[in-house]
Nanobody
Framework: QVQLVESGGGLVQPGGSLRLSCAASERIFSINYMGWYRQAPGKERELVATITSAGITNYADSVKGRFTISGDNAKNTVYLQMSSLKPEDTAVYYC?????????????WGQGTQVTVSS
């Protein structure tokens, strides 16, 4: 079973930066897109950013201009560079890889990494 392992979360002051990483435990083929989602306490999980296999990116309005997603399909890794962090960015961040498995869509999720923005 493929596992996604995230790293890079932690505590940071407002205005600071963090870089999240996510790597798959084994090779994933036919990737459609990779992405980052987050879930704050008492709220639903929401999209942060995605990147397609062609390199097309999409961002939530709340993070545009502050966060940058990048990925390496061959290495099955995805990154999220977060800058100018705000307290409202505090959440558990999850990575996701969406692919085709024998022509059927399949999603893999990471276990989540906590990001806390506080002074």
């Amino acid at each position: 079973q493929v596992q996604l392992v995230e790293s890079g979360g932690g505590l940071v002051q407002p205005g600071g930066s963090l870089r999240l990483s996510c790597a798959a435990s084994e090779r994933i083929f036919s990737i459609n897109y990779m992405g980052w989602y987050r879930q704050a306490p008492g709220k639903e999980r929401e999209l942060v950013a995605t990147i397609t296999s062609a390199g097309i990116t999409n961002y939530a309005d709340s993070v545009k201009g502050r966060f940058t997603i990048s990925g390496d399909n061959a290495k099955n890794t995805v990154y999220l560079q977060m800058s100018s962090l705000k307290p409202e960015d505090t959440a558990v961040y999850y990575c996701k890889i969406s692919c085709l498995y024998y022509n059927y869509p399949r999603d893999y999720w990471g276990q989540g990494t906590q990001v806390t923005v506080s002074s």
